[in-house]
Each structure stands twice: as C-alpha cells, then as structure tokens.
C-alpha cells in the first residue's frame, strides 16, 4: 500500500513515503539520493509499559539479549560486520516503545537490512548467555541504584505514579529479573513484536523497491499479527502531594515536582504545554532561571521538562541547590508558577516559539534522528509533514496559552523535597 499521496514536500526533504508489507506491517522510506548515508530504523510497542506482573524489566533484558545473536550470527558478529561497513547501531528501550537502528554508507545498507531483523525477530536466547546477561542488567540496576540523583527521580515518579508503569524503573526489579526465564522471555516477544505492533522506517540513499522487497522475504515479512487483544490504555493521573527523602552521598539538594499532561496523541495541546515550558525554564531569560540563578543565585541549575507518553504525559521539574536554600527555592518556585497562571506577555510567547522552531529544524539536520522521527511516527500510527509541530506552535496565542498553564499548578504536583543525609 502506498499512501504517500498524503504527505507532502517540506523543509528540504521530500514526502515520505508509506507502505505496507503483506502482513501489515507499516514501512516508511525517505529516499535521498543525494545522501552520503544510510538509516535503518526499527520500532517495537514493547517497551515497560507492556510488561505483566512478574516481568519487570523483561522489554529492556530482551533487548540485552538480541545482541546475543541469532541462528548465524553468533554474538559480536552484527556489530562485527556492520563496523567492517563503516556502520554503528545502537537500541534503546523506554517506557513506550523498543528502537534499534543502524547508520552506514548506503552500500551497506542490504546487510543491514539482512542481519538487524534476523537479529531482533529471531534472538536465541541460548540458557548459559541468558545467565551471564542477567548479571549484565542486575549490574546496570544496581548502578542506577547506587547514584543518589537516580533514586531520588525514581522515588518521584513512583510516587506521583503509584502502580502505573510510568511508576517502575524500566531496568525492571531484582526480584522480576532473578526469576525471569528464556521461555517467559520468548513468550513476552511473541506477544508483542508482531507485524501491527512493529514499524520499520529508512531514509539516505537506496532504491525504495528493492528495500521493500528485502523487508518483505526476511523475518519482517514473516511476522504474525497480534493473536492477544490491544493494548488497553489505563490513564495516568498523578497523584498530588508533598513528600521528603534523605538521601547518604547526595552533593546538593534537589526539589523535584510532577505533573500529568495530555497523552501523547493530544499533539496540539502538548505544543501548548511545550511553550510554557520553554517560557518558564529554557534559557537565561526564561521566568525560573532568570529569577532563582541568574538574580536571587539560589540554584545551580533548573529545568522543567516536558516529557510525551502514550497512556499520560509527564512534566518534570527540578530544581538542584544547596540544603540551606531549599525551602527558599520552593518558596520562589510556587510564587512563579502561580504568576504563570495569569498568563505570558507576547515577548516570552514570541521568544519561545522561536526557540522551539530551530530545535525542530536543527533536528532535522542529520539523516539518523529525522529516520528516528518517521520510525516513531509510522509506530504510532501519527505520520505528518515535518512542518506539522511548527504550524502547531504558530498556531498559539497568548489568550489560548493562559488555560494551559493552570495545568502547572504547585497544587496539582507531586512535589519531592530531597535533601543529603
């Protein structure tokens, strides 16, 4: 299937095109003749958010594991052959979703073609480098866990998110991850990496046939449909409160407040959400560094961060500063995001909209990260026009802003005062 009629040439690049494979599988292809690289980019609705009771931490150990190897492919001999190219690849699992690309010169492109599906669709999950991968991932929790800043944002988001998923690490727990299986492991990728859970987006120089054709025999051509229901959204609203934690090895004290946002499909109203954030606490002119840095010098540094979800987006924001200023710095902080609610002058509005239109553009300057974007989008099913988040940001004004920031009240937060032991 080919509806490339609906997209349309803009910011230097041509439409995309989107196809289908015969068993439903999305493909997006960018091809760029001109391209001195390469992109293969493969996506997967099987990140944390997709895991059972028992299976903490399953979507980011089987991501270890396809390393592992393949029938064929014996472990290290991927990277092996893809770095011979002049290729790099790399994978990363979140809450949402698992990626894997590949970036090389556009010769090298059918091998890549050739090993990354047979890799990722195909693992072996052999027992004896499944034990030794284990003892890979327990060593990255235990890390995380011995880095106090890492467990204070954990501590967060477990509270401000309860049993939700967003509320787990996505290293998974100790427990879930001693008891996990190869079989549990297979079962968990049969559930979720089927032909309508999975997207394959490529961009630089190819032929777009004959890509087509290649995904078409190999593994991705062979996956199945989903043979277990869709995934069922459960929402995420956090849960407003105050809450304090002493953490040994901690340098500086922290404030850390949460707040839910529109899903990630609400993509007009993220926008919004987007300026205000970028109002508040992007650059030295924004509300909160100017006033607590760069004036009052009560913070080494504050961020406020938006951060899009399929079942719920979150707003992080935090605030690191010595244990004597803290009070004062949730004093300032309160004071300034209830004077956002009243709305942002023209001059902020302008000066954030403008920032985040050469974020966007800067973004698409590089093959891999605008390959990155077609992937996550032919997933998600919300493939646009790369100017779509740059009308949707022209389209705000001040009044239609003021609502939105309502959505930042400090009473609305789950607010973490953490402090060193």
């Known amino acids: 299937m080919d509806s490339s009629a609906e997209l349309r040439p803009c910011l230097g690049y041509p439409a995309p095109q989107q196809r289908q494979l015969e068993n439903g599988c999305p493909v997006t292809l960018l091809p760029l003749a001109d391209a001195s690289v390469a992109c293969l980019q493969f996506w997967c609705q099987a990140g944390s958010l997709r895991e ?3 299976q903490a931490g399953v979507a980011h150990f089987l991501e270890h594991m396809v390393f592992k190897g393949s029938e064929g492919l014996p472990a290290g001999a991927f990277d092996h052959r893809v770095e011979a190219v002049g290729g790099q690849s790399n994978a990363a699992t979140g809450f949402d979703d698992v990626h894997y690309h590949v970036l090389l010169p556009p010769e090298g492109l059918p091998l890549a073609l050739e090993l990354l599906p047979r890799l990722v669709l195909k693992p072996q999950l052999q027992s004896q480098d499944f034990q030794l991968e284990r003892q890979v991932v327990l060593e990255e929790l235990a890390q995380s866990e011995d880095q106090p800043e890492e467990v204070a944002f954990q501590h967060l988001l477990a509270l401000g ?3 939700h998923a967003y509320g787990r ?14 079989a549990a492991m297979a079962a968990f990728q049969r559930t979720n990496y089927c032909a309508d859970r999975c997207a394959v987006a490529v961009g630089g120089s190819f ?17 199945p449909s989903a043979m277990v229901s869709p995934f069922q959204p459960r929402g995420l609203a956090v849960q407003p409160g ?7 090895r901690l340098e500086s004290a922290r404030l ?8 990630a499909a609400s993509q007009q109203q993220l926008s919004g959400l987007d300026l205000l954030t970028t109002v508040l606490a992007e650059g030295r002119s924004s509300r909160l560094v100017r006033r607590l840095r760069e004036e009052l010098q009560l913070v080494e540094s504050i961020d406020l961060e938006l951060h899009p979800l399929e079942d719920g987006s979150l707003v992080v924001l935090e605030a690191v500063c010595e244990a004597s200023q803290l009070d004062a710095v949730i004093h300032e902080v309160e004071e300034l995001l209830v004077q956002a609610a009243a709305g942002v002058s023209p001059a902020e509005l302008e000066r954030s909209r403008r920032l985040l239109d050469h974020g966007h553009r800067f973004s698409l300057e590089a093959i891999g990260p605008v390959t990155q974007l077609l992937g996550q989008s032919t997933l998600t099913g919300r493939m646009q ?5 740059l009308q949707r940001l022209a389209s705000w004004n001040c009044d239609a802003l003021q609502p939105l920031a309502k959505a930042l009240d400090p009473s609305l937060a789950c607010v973490l005062e953490v402090r060193p032991l």
């Open 242 to 248: 105050r809450h304090q934690l002493r953490l040994p």
């Open 161 to 163: 998110c309860g049993s």
């Open 256 to 263: 850390l407040m949460l707040w839910s946002a529109p899903p």
């Open 52 to 54: 059972q009771t028992g």
């Open 385 to 389: 026009g790369f100017d779509a988040p």
């Open 207 to 223: 032929e777009p046939e004959a890509v087509l054709q290649q995904l078409e025999l190999g593994p991705v051509g062979e996956l």
């Open 169 to 182: 690490p996505i290293l998974g727990t100790r427990e879930d991850l001693q008891r996990m299986t190869p």
